[in-house]
């Protein structure tokens, strides 16, 4: 009987076209299923707690997959860390039930979102946050902030996405919702049960509006969102179980 091993990667997801794999381009995912699939010799699927968008970084990111080799999992982690691209590395492994799923279990999941704000943004801080010097009511964004906490229906901060068709809710919570400044850096902090395409992005450019005089109200949700910011700046924090 195969193994149902849950590990905890981070990577770097500037030079990937995010989580899911796509045919003939670099992913997460399809790098994971390559060296698993090579470990196990065996076709091996990886199983995600979500799918970030091409540029999105992690932290924490959660998977899942079947493994008949025997090999200790302090062994795994040695192993599969070799073979992977530098850019993602696991940080953990670890043996679960059979029937853990690191999507459809997940209870929440809070991501970061880092906006730089000083004229000149260091190159090697660069591929890691939106470089956005120009000026902003940041009062009146921390307040506005606030209002996405709750029970709402975001379909006006989702993109386009192949499982639309099914017809599922857009209805998300959001257990909190949080903008600080932190010396040069504005940090977005959102913790939800679940987050749509792009859904993060369209917030952040939504709460940049918000100083643009653009908002009449900031205390509730524009029937709009304002343009999506770029990928860079984001970062899966934590997915919680």
């Not at 990111?61 to 850019?87: F, S, T």
């Not at 946050?129 to 000026?135: A, G, L």
């Amino acid at each position: 009987m195969p193994r149902r091993i849950k590990i905890t990667l981070a990577y770097d997801g500037g030079g990937f076209h995010g989580w899911q794999v796509q045919p003939g381009l670099p992913t997460i995912q399809g790098a994971l299923e390559e060296v698993f699939s090579a470990i196990d010799e065996r076709p091996v699927a990886v199983a995600g707690s979500g799918r970030t968008d091409a540029g999105v970084h992690a932290l924490a990111q959660v998977a899942a997959l079947d493994l008949e080799n025997p090999i200790p999992l302090p062994n795994l982690r040695r192993a599969v860390n070799r073979l992977l691209p530098h850019a993602i590395r696991v940080l953990s492994a670890e043996e679960v039930g059979a029937d853990f799923h690191p999507r459809f279990q997940a209870r929440a999941k809070l991501y970061e979102y880092r906006i730089w704000r000083p004229e000149v943004c260091s190159p090697f801080d660069w591929p890691y946050v939106h470089h956005f010097p120009y000026p902003l009511d940041e009062d009146r964004m921390i307040e506005f902030a606030r209002a996405f906490e709750g029970e709402h229906d975001f379909t006006a901060f989702a993109a386009a996405d192949d499982r639309d068709a099914l017809g599922r809710s857009k209805r998300r919570t959001i257990f909190s919702s949080i903008l600080e400044r932190a010396g040069g850096m504005l940090i977005y902090r959102v913790r939800g049960s679940g987050f749509l395409k792009h859904m993060v992005r369209n917030i952040v450019g939504t709460l940049i509006e918000a100083d643009k005089g653009n908002l009449a109200d900031v205390a509730v949700l524009p029937p709009e969102c304002g343009p999506t910011a770029p990928a860079k700046g984001l970062f899966l924090v934590k997915v919680e179980y």
